[in-house]
């Protein structure tokens, strides 16, 4: 298959990054065709324009900052869908809005192309190894189709039903991992104060209840100082928003979540939107006049599993149902 992929930034460019590296025909295109050249210099092709893209591959992956960027790459004269036709493929790998990504599969399906919404999670430091996770929403008979083009972008695929649901379940992983961030940057600006050597604290909490995926990377960057995980209070705000836009439609009285968006408003305000997400914990240090920083962490998370061919997981207690 012909792949193409459009938006060359953070995670985008890592994922591009796999399906080249896994030799897949890649057609790139991105708004800055100098986020392009590292493709190009390794034997991707350039595409003009999205439609021209849609045009001339099997399968386009968008993998953009938000819904309103989405719809202008799919929906404009020049867009994806204008050069989308029967049996060709649209994978959405934004973190997006649900009810968006529905009603833009909508006038996918209507060229007679396939839509897909693929979705990751792990981090930069996994996409950049194809060992990230991948949560996919769609049909099954068109998600199996794409399943061996999947597996060299993720280790772990999961079909997580119609489209729409991998969306949902994206933005609530988001949420949970930035309570977690808030949490851990309380608990260390805590150990700070009360006189901790932090290198202890952060081991303590690896090897507690308190452990957690956010707590073994993001904790690391930090104690760095450099608090890089290629991730900002911008993109934070949009996803939390989105989580609990999900929650006000369905009538659940959420407590934590607006918390949440009031702290990270508060950080974005004071230090800009495009602050990284886990300086979040400058507003403690600046109220306290402390710097939570240890030394031996590194300035940002490198995978050191090595890369392996993913394959589809299933929900716990429903092995080998289909959804």
């Known amino acids: 298959m012909k792949v193409g992929f459009i938006g060359l930034g953070n995670v985008g460019s890592k994922l591009a990054g796999s399906l080249l590296r896994n030799g897949h025909d890649l057609t790139v295109f991105d708004l800055n065709k100098e986020a392009a050249r590292p493709f190009l210099d390794k034997g991707a092709i350039w595409a003009e324009t999205p439609r021209k893209m849609a045009e001339t591959v099997d399968i386009v992956f968008t993998c953009l900052?938000?819904?309103?960027?989405?719809?202008?790459?799919?929906?404009?004269?020049?867009?994806?869908i204008a050069g989308l036709g029967?049996?060709?493929?649209?994978?959405?790998?934004?973190?997006?809005?649900?009810?968006?990504?529905?009603?833009?599969?909508?006038?996918?399906?209507?060229?007679?192309?396939y839509a897909l919404e693929a979705p990751v999670s792990g981090g930069c430091h996994r996409a950049a190894t194809g060992n990230?996770?991948?949560l996919v929403g769609g049909e099954r008979p068109a998600f199996e189709k794409?399943?061996?083009?999947?597996?060299?972008?993720?280790?772990?695929?999961?079909?997580?039903?119609?489209?729409?649901?991998?969306?949902?379940?994206?933005?609530?992983?988001?949420?949970?991992?930035?309570?977690?961030?808030c949490s851990l940057a309380e608990a260390l600006t805590v150990a700070k104060k009360a006189g901790m050597d932090l290198n202890t604290t952060y081991e303590a909490i690896r090897i507690s209840s308190g452990n957690s995926f956010v707590h073994e990377t993001e904790s690391q960057v930090i104690l760095n100082g450099s608090r890089d995980i290629s991730f900002t209070m911008d993109l934070v705000i949009k996803d939390v928003g989105l989580f609990d836009e999900i929650?006000?439609?369905?009538?659940?009285?959420?407590?934590i979540s607006p918390l949440?968006?009031?702290i990270f408003k508060d950080g974005q305000e004071r230090y800009g939107p495009r602050?990284?997400?886990?300086?979040?914990?400058?507003?403690?240090?600046?109220?306290?006049?402390?710097?939570v920083l240890a030394p031996g962490f590194p300035a940002e998370m490198v995978d050191e599993e090595p890369e392996e061919i993913?394959?589809?997981?299933?929900?716990?207690?429903?092995?080998?149902?289909?959804l």
């Open 146 to 181: 794409v399943l061996p083009v999947l597996t060299t972008l993720g280790r772990r695929i999961l079909h997580t039903g119609p489209i729409g649901t991998a969306s949902i379940l994206k933005v609530m992983t988001n949420y949970l991992a930035t309570v977690n961030l």
């Open 132 to 134: 990230i996770s991948i």
């Open 247 to 255: 929650a006000k439609e369905h009538g659940v009285p959420l407590e």
């Open 86 to 113: 029967p049996s060709k493929f649209w994978i959405e790998m934004s973190t997006t809005d649900a009810n968006e990504i529905r009603r833009i599969s909508e006038l996918v399906i209507a060229k007679g192309a």
């Open 275 to 291: 602050e990284l997400s886990p300086n979040i914990i400058r507003r403690l240090e600046d109220a306290c006049g402390v710097q």
């Open 65 to 80: 900052p938000s819904p309103a960027a989405c719809s202008q790459v799919m929906e404009s004269e020049d867009g994806v």
């Open 260 to 262: 949440i968006l009031d």
């Open 310 to 322: 993913g394959a589809e997981v299933f929900p716990k207690g429903a092995e080998g149902r289909r």
